[in-house]
C-alpha cells in the first residue's frame, strides 16, 4: 500500500520561500507520477504540480515560474521549492499519487503572513 509523509511546512513571510518533502512508500517515485495539492480554507483542494514518471513537470497557472516540483529516487521523495510565496498560497498541502488515490495524508500547513 501507498503511504506519504508530508513534511516542511510553517510560517513565512510574503516573499519568502519554503521547501516542501513528501516521503513516500510503498512505490517508487521513480516509476509514478507524483503530485503536490493544496486546500486553503473554504476552497477545494487544488492540483499545484505535478511530476511524471518520465520526469515530466507541469504546474498551475498561479504557481508557474514560482514553484518546482523535483524527485530524489535514492530518497524516494517528491519536493515542492517554494519561492515568492504570497499569502494566496496559504493551505494545507498534501501529495499523492496521479491521479490520486482515495486516500489522503494530514499534509502540512503553510501560512504565508506579516
Same mark, same amino acid.
Request: a positive charge; one cysteine or more.
Given at each position: 500500500?501507498?503511504?506519504?509523509?508530508?513534511? #516542511? #511546512?510553517?510560517?513565512?513571510? +510574503? #516573499?519568502?520561500?519554503?521547501?516542501?518533502?513528501?516521503?513516500?512508500?510503498?512505490?517508487?517515485?521513480?516509476?509514478?507520477?507524483?503530485?503536490?495539492?493544496?486546500?486553503?480554507?473554504?476552497?477545494? *483542494?487544488?492540483?499545484?504540480? *505535478?511530476? %511524471?514518471? #518520465?520526469?515530466?513537470?507541469?504546474?498551475?497557472?498561479?504557481?508557474?515560474?514560482?514553484?518546482?516540483?523535483? *524527485?530524489?529516487?535514492?530518497? %524516494?521523495?517528491?519536493?515542492?521549492?517554494? %519561492?515568492?510565496?504570497? +499569502?494566496?498560497?496559504?493551505?494545507?498541502?498534501?501529495? %499523492?499519487?496521479? +491521479?490520486?488515490? +482515495?486516500?489522503?495524508?494530514?499534509?502540512?500547513?503553510?501560512?504565508?503572513?506579516?
Amino acid at each position: 500500500q501507498v503511504h506519504v509523509v508530508e513534511s #516542511g #511546512g510553517g510560517l513565512v513571510q +510574503p #516573499g519568502g520561500s519554503l521547501r516542501l518533502s513528501c516521503a513516500v512508500s510503498g512505490i517508487r517515485v521513480a516509476f509514478n507520477a507524483v503530485a503536490w495539492h493544496r486546500q486553503a480554507l473554504g476552497k477545494t *483542494r487544488e492540483l499545484v504540480a *505535478r511530476i %511524471n514518471s #518520465g520526469g515530466w513537470t507541469t504546474y498551475a497557472d498561479s504557481v508557474k515560474d514560482r514553484f518546482t516540483i523535483s *524527485r530524489d529516487n535514492a530518497k %524516494n521523495t517528491v519536493s515542492l521549492q517554494m %519561492n515568492s510565496l504570497k +499569502p494566496e498560497d496559504t493551505a494545507v498541502y498534501f501529495c %499523492n499519487l496521479d +491521479p490520486a488515490t +482515495p486516500s489522503w495524508g494530514q499534509g502540512t500547513q503553510v501560512t504565508v503572513s506579516s
